[in-house]
């Protein structure tokens, strides 16, 4: 989703751009049937790891 729309100069930078995009916006949003369909942020606020 997220590379498939952008153009890189450097391995780095794209590395930095995934994290981002999985830390900043994909763990907020997600809601896995593993977890009691909420987010990856909310379950572990849940269990006080948060």
């Given at each position: 989703?997220?590379?498939?729309?952008?153009?890189?100069?450097?391995?780095?930078?794209?590395?930095?751009?995934?994290?981002d995009y999985i830390e900043r916006f994909y763990?907020?949003?997600?809601?896995?049937?593993?977890?009691?369909?909420?987010?990856?942020?909310?379950?572990?606020?849940?269990?006080?790891?948060?």
């Open positions: 989703e997220r590379i498939a729309r952008r153009n890189y100069r450097t391995r780095n930078e794209a590395k930095a751009d995934v994290f763990n907020t949003t997600r809601r896995p049937s593993t977890i009691g369909y909420v987010s990856p942020v909310e379950f572990e606020r849940k269990l006080g790891l948060a």
